[in-house]
């Protein structure tokens, strides 16, 4: 479903992605895993037409995100690492922009918005505006929102970033309930690594820009001779703390910290 | 189609719902009208230059359309990062039918704002010669949020953080206000100031109404327009082509 051959991406003199090739199967939870400033969220932007890559090919669903770009978009719903909810209007509505944006026929927008809605147990609050919403809520209304247009491929950055176990608990149990009922591929990043065990069929660690280990997590443990995966992703990385320069986007979020009071 | 009215209806329904805001930002040109209108009335009708109200109401009713339509345009800053903007740069729709609809919804409500500011004006004393050319002024109201929203556009797409926006503020916004001859009449004023506000393009937007709500102009109601016009399709093209560059 997602092939990746030898990817690379530099900015200036920095290579941000280095011949980093994988690939995904149809129907299967992949989890990219790597420390900040690995080169994950790179990887996505340049999956999802964000980004155009300096050299490599990408194909999703056989299809070239570059020359294909709008073709590609309706294949693949994406959940940012930043929310892109709108707070001002309800659940419903949020719903219904992105049904239109992404050309889903009426009759169906409706239907599969009820459908996900009440699957993700949000149907009660569709009238409410969303920033009444808990960060719980917020996440899983947008991946609600990510399935709307039966996308072939779901990218998840960093969907569980700040959530309690409880809701990151119940939002894997959703999207491995979607993942099986409608075959939808997964590609997610996370930092927590009992999430990445529990939940991906297939892992990828990437480390400077390098594709350090793929296999199930099964496979990276014994590769790496460790209990958990934990352990085997610190025996792939090293321990050093990886210090991000800070970039306009980091900025942006402090200033939205400081201003939402510490809630997401 | 579909894409530009959903996303203009979109900022219409942000607009509505805050209700709050809505009265909080006609605050401040009511202020403007109100304490410089009947504060600097009496000197201004002495210096024999007739009644100050009539003069600085079109002013303020432009203030209003241009804060309202630039801030509009520069919320994309913050939009793209944590908004909903984000979602409709990946979805299979092209830019420009995205910062049309957005463009298009925010010069829509500055143009309300303008209209609230207009009735409240009116309510306080503001007379205009002709009440039948309202529509006329309302005209200028849609150039004047038209040019500011798209030069908010392209602004708003080559910011990078907070602190720009801080700089646009005290650097762009607040001269264009100024220097537009919103709080003065552009007769008499001298050489170099009226340069600098002929290179005003929100100068032309008030010209425009005043000529036609008080009959008297500093340029000419058809050069108003045609300046505005020219200018607004100059920044549209610039917003769309900054637009289409974001990368998030």
Request: with cysteine; charged share 20%; proline share 4%.
């Amino acid at each position: 479903m997602i092939r990746v051959q030898n990817l690379v991406k530099n900015f200036g003199t920095f290579t941000a992605v280095n011949d980093v090739s994988f690939d995904v199967n149809e129907g299967e939870i992949f989890a990219f895993l790597g420390p900040n400033g690995a080169g994950k969220t790179t990887t996505i932007k340049m999956l999802t037409t964000l980004l155009k890559p300096s050299s490599g090919t990408i194909q999703l669903d056989g299809l070239d995100p570059q020359t294909q770009q709008n073709e590609a978009r309706k294949r693949f719903g994406i959940v940012f690492q930043d929310p892109s909810l709108d707070g001002d209007l309800t659940a419903w509505e949020n719903m219904e922009i992105h049904g239109v944006l992404y050309h889903v026929p009426h009759k169906l927008r409706r239907q599969r918005s009820e459908e996900l809605l009440k699957l993700f147990e949000l149907w009660d609050r569709r009238k409410d505006q969303v920033k009444k919403f808990s960060g719980g809520m917020k996440r899983r209304l947008e991946i609600a929102r990510g399935f709307l247009h039966t996308p072939k491929i779901l990218f998840l950055d960093e969907p569980t970033l700040g959530l309690d176990p409880q809701s990151r608990n119940q939002l894997w149990s959703h999207v491995k309930k979607v993942n099986e009922a409608e075959r939808v591929t997964v590609f997610l990043t996370t930092h927590y690594m009992d999430e990445a065990d529990r939940v991906a069929h297939r892992i990828g660690v990437i480390d400077h820009g390098r594709l350090v280990a793929q296999g199930t997590p099964r496979e990276i443990k014994e590769q790496t001779k460790t209990e958990t995966l934990e352990e085997a992703f610190l025996a792939l990385t090293g321990s050093t703390i990886r210090d991000e320069s800070a970039d306009p986007a980091a900025a942006m979020r402090q200033f939205a910290k400081m201003w939402s009071g510490g809630r997401r | 189609m579909s894409a530009i009215y959903i996303l203009w209806l979109r900022e219409v329904k942000r607009y509505v719902r805050s209700r709050a805001q809505i009265v909080a930002s006609l605050g401040q040109p009511l202020l403007y009208f109100l304490a410089l209108g009947f504060g600097l009335g009496p000197v201004f009708q002495r210096a024999g230059y007739g009644s100050y109200l009539q003069i600085v109401a079109p002013g303020v009713i432009g203030m209003s359309v241009l804060f309202s339509s630039i801030f509009s345009g520069l919320g994309l800053l913050w939009d793209r990062q944590f908004g909903f903007l984000k979602e409709t740069l990946v979805a299979p729709v092209s830019r420009l039918q995205i910062m049309i609809g957005r463009t298009l919804g925010g010069a829509t409500v500055a143009v309300v704002q303008g209209l609230l500011v207009t009735a409240l004006c009116l309510l306080f004393g503001f007379r205009p010669v002709n009440p039948w050319l309202i529509p006329l002024a309302i005209a200028f109201m849609i150039a004047i949020a038209l040019v500011f929203a798209a030069l908010g556009v392209a602004i708003g797409s080559s910011l990078q953080d907070m602190q720009g926006f801080q700089l646009i503020m005290n650097f762009l916004v607040m001269p264009i206000f100024f220097l537009s001859g919103a709080l003065f009449p552009l007769s008499n004023i001298s050489k170099v100031l009226l340069t600098i506000t002929k290179l005003d393009p929100l100068s032309y937007g008030i010209d425009g109404m005043r000529s036609i709500y008080l009959g008297r102009s500093a340029f000419n109601p058809a050069t108003d327009a045609l300046v505005l016009t020219s200018i607004g399709v100059v920044l549209l093209v610039i917003g769309a082509w900054r637009f289409s560059r974001i990368e998030i």
